[in-house]
């Protein structure tokens, strides 16, 4: 996609990966618009990027679904989707609050396949469009306390795997990124529980995951993929 003028939403994007890659984008020349619960952060990041702030809870259906048609109809079609919104579980698969399961599946799963499902007929009709999402070696490799967040993160990355063979013949492109750690708050998060941020720690050694990631340098290679 010819990222000149291009219209970007990015979900969760007041910080961390996402306020990185709306920086990103728009250092790209894109029109940005960033998603997120509404915050300070959420309006700093716009306002940096000289784009525009969408205050929504991607934990609630009804917002969800109304995200993409609300954009569009205020900013125009979208050019790139960047399904980037997403939490963490540190709790053990046998004393998780139902709660907390259902929430994360609901960001990291669920919002990713309906926002998808909203642009996808805007982008097909034009002949343009990209598609990204911001997986997890998590989908690919259990680690311990986390299996929720593993379960969804691997359902984005084989949703996209399918995706991508339904769009084969269109010009619409998809990208998942699926990093190791990523220096923000919320693996900030991860290692201050101490217990189950240890575990995730042994185990990512094991694989050889360390050192952490920048996320200025994730952003920049999502762009460059897009």
């Not at 790209?28 to 990041?45: C, Q, T």
């Not at 399904?83 to 990713?112: F, H």
């Not at 299996?147 to 984005?156: H, P």
Request: charged letters at 20%; aromatic letters at 4%; glycine letters at 8%.
């Amino acid at each position: 996609v010819d990222l000149d003028r291009a219209r970007v939403l990015v979900t969760g994007g007041s910080r961390g990966i996402g306020a990185s890659l709306a920086r990103a984008y728009a250092g790209a020349g894109a029109d940005v618009v960033v998603a997120a619960r509404a915050s300070d952060e959420l309006e700093a990041v716009a306002t940096e990027v000289g784009g525009r702030a969408v205050a929504v809870d991607l934990t609630d259906s009804v917002a969800v679904e109304a995200l993409v048609p609300g954009v569009e109809a205020d900013y125009g079609p979208i050019d790139v989707l960047i399904n980037n919104a997403g939490m963490e579980t540190t709790d053990m698969a046998a004393v998780i609050d139902p709660a907390i399961i259902r929430t994360t599946t609901r960001l990291n799963l669920e919002a990713p396949m309906v926002l998808t499902r909203h642009v996808l007929p805007s982008m097909l009709d034009r002949g343009r469009g990209h598609l990204v999402f911001l997986s997890s070696i998590a989908g690919t490799a259990g680690f311990p306390t986390m299996a929720t967040y593993c379960a969804t993160k691997a359902g984005v990355s084989n949703f996209v795997r399918s995706l991508t063979l339904e769009l084969r013949a269109t010009p619409i492109g998809t990208t998942t990124v699926a990093p190791g750690p990523v220096a923000t708050r919320m693996w900030e998060a991860v290692e201050a529980t101490s217990a189950s941020g240890q575990k995730v720690l042994n185990r990512l050694n094991a694989f050889r995951m360390l050192p952490i990631v920048d996320p200025d340098r994730l952003a920049r290679w999502v762009v460059a993929a897009t």
